[in-house]
């Protein structure tokens, strides 16, 4: 199962015009049926739903742990959301379990104002609209690195090089901050750099190619990457290490996109002006930046009535359009019509426009396999309780038993 690459650089050529404006535009249709809904919890799904909240009768359930409530709240007959918020790694079980309908016939009647880099086709279907991009990159405190004259790093070596000499100079608690927390996060860690040395997850005929060159390296660099950082990095999380660098407490991390406007949030950051951003460095020379692209967007339920949905996606084009980029602009790299790029969003430029860009996140079962057995096993090694070998001898082990009992292997 395949879902079309949304290049970043697409995001950035939208025309742009609209006179930005302190709150949402009224709803243009009065919502007389409840319509719920669950994402995650960042700036971007803030602004959509609050955008959707103004048309009334409207439940949004915003929760970083989302990934794995939606499956089985989708499942539910009726469906326990109408509406759900997903990316291209967390919309697969939901494609698996058919809990999930085709958008086109909604789009036609509804969805006129959509650009065709929103519509995530799938077997020719249009499962998904997708309101924004996404990527990790690095995000650094320019005061630190001018004051001590430290270039921006822009390979992962120079990032370790850095770190060490921040350390020495004791000027931030800790000068590395990472999403290494158990499960899903360090996964996804892994999965960077694993992309970075040039790894491949799988072989063709679906069995596991982690425990390899690739896999080593990945571990030895996210090791070494522990040295700088707080030693609670298992509870890390993105909230986690947004929350640090808005106290001063870390220097650099390599963090989403989506995060970067709440650094200069004056309500809750204490480094307003203080954060730049620059590509997801490079974890050998000649590769991509270890990093991969990702959209959100919106999906809509299938256990429930055609009228319900229609209804829905009708409450969900509403905070998916420009009234949304106006109101909230910085809150991500939208694929809106009316956003336009400021400096916080340089870091994702200049990552997904890198020569050899990173590549999408793979929406595939092996993946979402793959994922996990990694979330599960890889926590052994970083608490020195196995070697890298067996960590991912582990997790090929893991991979297979799940892949067998998908039917992707005998």
């Not at 809990?99 to 065709?116: H, K, M, S, V």
């Not at 990032?159 to 158990?182: H, K, Q, R």
């Not at 909230?239 to 390599?254: E, K, P």
């Not at 980029?325 to 991500?332: N, Y």
Request: aromatic fraction near 8%; hydrophobic fraction near 45%.
């Amino acid at each position: 199962m395949y879902v079309k690459q949304i290049a970043l650089a697409g995001a950035i050529s939208l025309a742009a015009g609209a006179a930005y404006a302190d709150g949402h535009a009224t709803c243009s249709f009065e919502n007389e049926s409840e319509v719920t809904m669950l994402s995650a919890a960042f700036e971007a799904w803030v602004a959509v739903t609050d955008a959707m909240a103004t048309c009334g009768n409207f439940s949004p359930e915003l929760d970083q742990e989302f990934r794995t409530k939606q499956p089985e709240g989708f499942a539910a007959n009726p469906s326990l959301y109408q509406l759900g918020g997903v990316s291209n790694g967390t919309i697969t079980p939901l494609l698996n379990a058919g809990t999930i309908r085709p958008l086109d016939d909604l789009i036609a009647e509804y969805g006129q104002d959509l650009t065709p880099n929103q519509l995530i086709q799938i077997d020719g279907q249009t499962m998904a609209v997708a309101m924004m991009v996404n990527t990790q990159h690095l995000m650094y405190r320019s005061d630190i690195l001018e004051e001590l004259g430290l270039d921006v790093p822009s390979t992962w070596e120079e990032v370790l090089t850095v770190a060490a000499a921040i350390d020495e100079a004791d000027v931030v608690d800790y000068p590395l901050g990472a999403t290494f927390a158990s499960g899903w996060n360090l996964a996804q860690d892994f999965n960077n750099m694993f992309l970075g040395f040039g790894g491949t997850f799988v072989n063709d005929d679906n069995t596991p190619n982690v425990n390899s060159e690739a896999g080593l390296a990945a571990l030895d660099v996210m090791m070494r990457m522990t040295e700088y950082m707080d030693p609670e990095f298992l509870a890390s999380d993105s909230t986690y290490v947004q929350q640090q660098f808005q106290q001063g407490r870390i220097a650099m991390a390599n963090l989403w996109a989506s995060r970067a406007a709440a650094m200069n949030d004056e309500a809750e950051s204490e480094v307003v002006g203080l954060v730049g951003t620059a590509s997801a460095p490079l974890a050998m020379e000649g590769g991509a930046p270890a990093t991969t692209l990702w959209w959100d967007g919106i999906v809509v339920a299938s256990n429930i009535s055609d009228e319900e949905a229609a209804n829905a996606f009708r409450l969900a084009m509403e905070g998916v359009n420009s009234s949304t980029v106006e109101a909230a602009p910085d809150a991500a790299i939208w694929l809106i019509e009316g956003y336009e790029p400021n400096e916080m969003s340089a870091g994702a430029i200049a990552t997904a426009t890198a020569s050899p860009a990173p590549t999408a996140y793979p929406s595939t079962t092996q993946m979402g396999l793959m994922h996990t057995a990694l979330g599960n096993e890889l926590p052994a090694f970083f608490t020195g309780d196995v070697s890298a070998e067996a960590a991912l001898a582990a997790v090929e082990a893991s991979y297979t038993v799940a892949a067998q009992e998908a039917g992707l292997l005998e």
